[in-house]
């Protein structure tokens, strides 16, 4: 209950944590209600909607609204994943640079900015170009693994204040050793930064699987709001009327899915800054 009235504090912020569960809830229970398989239907193509088909159908005479469900699942997990990874690899590794200073320091500082130089639109359509791209969990990966940077050097800079301060000396001196004196003493200090570039990192992930997927620089094996768009835009759809939500649909879902995490943060900042909660 506790955490619950910290969560509504902030009226936008619930809101978007409400909607974001919804979102989640509907990608991980909907599809079991729906047809894995939708047969194309030439008689049916561009179809405006109805009951029978909430949203129309696309190019192939297939549900839209069928599609819009077993679609985000995929664009959800990639976000998650690849933001998890990428917040891992910058805490661990900007922690201890800024902590450990010296050799450790300089070695991770050089290898983060020959990542930065990577330009990763472009990697990604050279990796694209060379290995079959098919599987989100693989794309979560890659995009994971080059997302780091820019968290990295604000951790490694977080830290470096953060380390000066009384309680940090007296762990030191009474050696807890660096494991512990960063994860207990440092980084919960830092936990509302860490949340709020967690979700910036998820919504950019979000972003590069969709562009990905609109470019058609990895292949369309499955059903998700990206592969939609790039259906929508490479078949014509923007030329039919009937086909409007074939394009907005995706739009619209991934708009208000990246609304729900922005101001989801708002809730979690309230539950994680101290100062905000005795206020």
Do not use: C
């Not at 047969?39 to 088909?53: I, K």
């Amino acid at each position: 209950m506790t955490f619950l009235r910290s969560l509504m504090r902030s009226k936008a912020g619930f809101v978007g944590f409400v909607v974001f569960a919804l979102m989640v809830l509907f990608a991980l229970v909907g599809p079991l209600f729906t047809p894995g398989y939708l047969p194309t239907d030439l008689n049916a193509v561009y179809l405006p909607p109805s009951l029978s088909h909430p949203l129309g159908t696309d190019s192939e005479g297939r549900d839209i609204a069928i599609q819009m469900i077993n679609g985000g699942w995929s664009v959800i997990l990639v976000g998650v994943v690849a933001a998890a990874i990428s917040t891992f690899v910058a805490i661990v590794f900007g922690s201890l640079a800024a902590y450990l200073g010296r050799w450790v320091d300089s070695v991770i500082v050089t290898v983060t900015d020959i990542v930065l130089t990577i330009p990763q639109i472009v990697l990604l359509a050279v990796l694209a170009s060379l290995y079959k791209l098919d599987s989100p969990w693989l794309l979560a990966v890659i995009i994971g693994a080059f997302s780091w940077p820019y968290l990295l050097r604000s951790v490694r800079a977080q830290v470096f204040s953060l380390k000066e301060r009384e309680y940090v000396e007296a762990a030191q001196l009474l050696d807890l050793g660096t494991p512990r004196i960063v994860a207990r003493e440092i980084l919960p200090n830092m936990a509302t930064f860490i949340m709020m570039n967690f979700v910036i990192t998820m919504t950019n992930a979000i972003y590069a699987l969709v562009g990905l997927y609109f470019l058609g620089l990895a292949p369309i094996v499955d059903d998700n709001w990206g592969a939609m768009l790039n259906k929508a835009w490479t078949r014509g759809a923007i030329f039919f009327s009937d086909s409007i939500f074939y394009v907005l649909a995706p739009v619209i879902a991934i708009s208000i899915l990246q609304l729900s995490l922005v101001t989801m943060t708002r809730s979690f900042e309230e539950i994680l800054n101290p100062r905000l909660r005795e206020s």
